[in-house]
């Protein structure tokens, strides 16, 4: 039995009919930056997620830059963060001239722990950005700074509840587009029409640009499937939720001491399961070999990475981020995934410990 750990084919099996109608659809209206399509999913986006306003961007990436931009954050200004999570949410802020200071994550849970969180925040700090990694819900600081919440794995689990939220549409996020897409989530209306203006290079109206922007524009086209993937969201987490409880029983029944399962929450999309063991390499490479696909999400804590080296930041600063980077293994976990494959992938992890 193969399991791979993302299977795209299966992914777009059960909604390809209505993909195909979105694409011709737009393929007939001509508009393809932009237009209808990115107005109703933006609406649509908004009523499933239980906000405001969304703004669809051209990437999670850029739904972060956007935020940050319309909050005026810039050189001078410092964004507190967690090391622990893809590159982009510091990357952005750093784009823009500010120095970002990363606060240890908790260990339980792997997210920004608020209460370092807010003892990295000097009077310089203009933001405070939690990440909600893997689809489990970080904790936000209680602080009168925004809160920007990383959401790109955490679509239909985690609700809104600072200033705004990012999201990603990559194609193996819990809702995929066909290419690169992404939203800001805000009950913030004026937040809204900032970031919208900014998406469009500044321009109100066009060719008068009343500040600097950028091209952050979703396609009609990855507007016109999401729409159509957009209903089954709500299924597709309850899919990955059923296979993280399968999981957690099969794992339960085997009993193996060295294998740390993620933290539990009501609100988890379990965008991934990620277990934590100390011989992570050896069993990854146990697992491949019996046709089982892993990935490791992050091997390298960002306040290690050569691009960040100037903010000093030396190994064992940021203790629970390290250990966790050295132990994470994520195991399938899309929805497609078959019932069966949970139980070979728990049989295999047991052969890997119970064998000489
Ligand atoms: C995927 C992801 C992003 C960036 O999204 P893109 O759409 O790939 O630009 C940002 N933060 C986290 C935590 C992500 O997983």
Redesign the pocket.
């Known amino acids: 039995m193969k399991v791979p750990f993302f299977d795209m084919a299966a992914e777009l099996a059960s909604v390809r009919p209505a993909v195909d109608r979105a694409i011709a659809r737009v393929l007939d209206s001509g508009v393809f930056v932009g237009g209808a399509e990115v107005s109703a999913f933006e609406r649509e986006l908004a009523a499933a997620s239980g906000v405001a306003r969304t703004v669809a961007t051209s990437?999670?990436?850029?739904a972060?830059l956007a935020i940050y931009m319309a909050l005026g954050i810039g050189p001078g200004d410092e964004v507190v963060t967690t090391p622990f999570?893809?590159f982009?949410?510091a990357g952005s802020a750093a784009r823009l001239g500010a120095r970002v200071v990363f606060a240890d994550i908790d260990d339980d849970t792997l997210t920004l722990d608020p209460a370092a969180a807010l003892a990295a925040c000097s009077s310089r700090a203009r933001a405070i950005v939690p990440?909600h990694?893997f689809g489990h819900p970080a904790t936000l600081p209680r602080s009168s700074l925004p809160i920007v919440e990383?959401a790109?794995?955490s679509l239909g689990g985690v609700p809104l509840r600072g200033v705004a939220a990012?999201c990603?549409?990559?194609p193996t996020?819990n809702l995929g587009a066909l290419g690169?897409?992404?939203a800001v989530l805000t009950d913030d209306v004026e937040l809204a029409d900032r970031i919208t203006l900014l998406r469009t290079h500044g321009a109100q109206p066009k060719y008068h640009h009343v500040t600097i922007g950028g091209n952050f524009r979703l396609d009609a086209i990855q507007a016109a499937v999401l729409r159509a993937k957009l209903d089954h969201l709500a299924s597709a987490v309850a899919a990955r939720r059923a296979h993280a409880a399968a999981y957690r029983a099969l794992f339960a029944a085997a009993d193996l001491g060295a294998v740390r399962l993620p933290a539990h929450h009501p609100e988890h999309a379990y965008h991934q399961f990620v277990i934590r063991v100390r011989e992570r390499d050896s069993l990854r490479e146990h697992l491949a070999r019996h046709g089982i696909g892993t990935e490791i999400y992050y091997p390298e804590p960002l306040h290690l990475q050569p691009c960040f080296r100037e903010l000093g930041y030396g190994a064992g600063s940021l203790p629970i981020a390290e250990a966790a980077c050295r132990e994470v293994l994520a195991l399938p976990i899309h929805p497609a995934l078959a019932p069966s494959a949970s139980a070979h992938v728990v049989d295999k992890i047991v052969t890997f410990y119970r064998q000489p």
């Open positions: 990437s999670g990436t850029d972060l999570t893809f982009a949410t990440v990694l990383d790109a794995q990012a990603s549409f990559f996020k690169d897409a992404g």
